[in-house]
């Protein structure tokens, strides 16, 4: 909480600015004429509807799943494109779709179950094209972001501080990942190593650090949240 007037940081149970004397404005969200729609001893239970959900969610995955199934095998009488849309269905079903079974889902468990997810699905278009491009580009690539992503998860799911330093570093390392973006391509398709991932490099590089030096300058931090909140 900072003052209205001079913008000094103020503590949680003072009720004026020492600096400028300034009244710090007390709000009271309560309101204690509203009448309560239940008792405090019989509050009506939570009722969830995840399983019903969930059924009909299948249902509608089920329809353009039969629709190409039969279209594909009707055009060319065996399966041709079919394979396709059942693994982009598996993945959009692994990703949103199924955390809905649960209560309270953790995203720590499924979020990396969606990128595996991903990754046969990538493999398995691989396999089809007779490509041999998954090795040594996709599996890398696909797979720095996941651990970028399931740490940075992890991370502000257990821990209550340091924001800054989790975003901060998640930062520096998507713009090492480009770089490695950049050589892996050079080596799978024999292209050019041409240096455009070094421009993303040094701009996430630079704005990591910035967010690193805030996370350590606690001065500097409380100047950024004046002119953010104020």
Known sequence: MYCINCGVKLSDNETKCPLCNTVVPIINDKKDDEKKLYPSNKMPKKTYY??????????LFLI???TTFFSDFN???????????????????VAFALPIWFRKPNPVIFVPCSFLAVILYVFYINLVLGGNWFFTFALPVL?????ITCTMVTLFRYLKKGRLFIIGGCVVAIGLLILLMEYLMTITFALPFRGWSIYPLITLSLLGGLLLYLAINKPAREIIERKIFF
Do not use: E
């Open 143 to 147: 797979g720095g972001i996941c651990i």
């Open 75 to 93: 055009d060319n009488g065996y399966l041709d494109w079919f394979g396709y849309v059942f693994g982009a269905l598996l993945v959009v079903y």
């Open 50 to 59: 995840s399983k019903v959900l969930s059924g009909g969610i299948i249902i």
């Open 64 to 66: 353009p799943l039969v």
